[in-house]
Structures are given as structure tokens and as C-alpha cells.
């Protein structure tokens, strides 16, 4: 089993920061594929960026430019920087890890509230 724990939400102004971060436990094996989705009221779940195992970084057009995924290995967590926000990111952010063998787990989620 493996545990996500995000942390980091809140809530900023249009044009302000905030990092997440997500720190994964329990039977991790490898350097598993990792990344960040959100979900804002009445929408689907979206992707936002992932991180695979060897460091490369896939993003969605809306956050290109704004937003930076990196990775710890050694403490197994992985964090979005997310600068330049903007009111349409307001949503729940969840952590997600994909095993190598094909099973993946979420996080409890974060709320990310930008106001105008």
C-alpha cells in the first residue's frame, strides 16, 4: 500500500505563488511516474503535469510557462511550484503515483483558491 500526503493549499491573490508538495509512503518501488491533477466544481479531474522516473516533465497548455513540477527521489515527494495564478486554477490539486507495475494511488487532494 502507499500513502500521499499533499500540503501547500490555500488561498492567494490573482498573480501570487504557492508551492505544493506530496510526500509518498509505504511499498514504493522504483522511481515511480508521478504528477499533479486538479479538479474544480462541476469539472472533470485534469492534468496538470507529471514527472516520470527519470526527471522528464509533461504539463498542460494552460499552466506552460507558470507552473514547475520537480522531484526528490531520496524523500520520495514531489512539488508544483505554481506562480502567475490565476482564479481559473482554483480547484482541488491531488497527488497521484503511478507503480511500475500499473497500479496507481491518490492523494486526499489540496484546495488551491486564487481570488480575482
Known amino acids: 500500500q502507499v500513502q500521499l500526503v499533499e500540503s501547500g493549499g490555500g488561498l492567494v491573490q490573482t498573480g501570487g505563488s504557492l508551492r505544493l508538495s506530496c510526500a509518498a509512503s509505504?511499498?514504493?518501488?522504483?522511481?515511480?511516474?508521478m504528477g499533479w491533477y486538479r479538479q474544480a466544481p462541476g469539472k472533470q479531474r485534469e492534468l496538470v503535469a507529471t514527472i516520470s522516473s527519470t526527471s522528464s516533465t509533461n504539463y498542460a497548455d494552460s499552466v506552460k510557462g507558470r507552473f514547475t513540477i520537480s522531484r526528490d527521489n531520496a524523500k520520495n515527494t514531489v512539488n508544483l511550484q505554481m506562480n502567475s495564478l490565476k482564479p481559473e486554477d482554483t480547484a482541488v490539486y491531488y497527488c497521484?503515483?503511478?507503480?511500475?507495475?500499473?497500479?496507481?494511488?491518490w492523494g486526499q487532494g489540496t484546495q488551491v483558491t486564487v481570488s480575482s
Open positions: 509505504g511499498n514504493i518501488f522504483s522511481v515511480p511516474a
Open positions: 497521484k503515483l503511478n507503480q511500475p507495475s500499473g497500479r496507481s494511488y
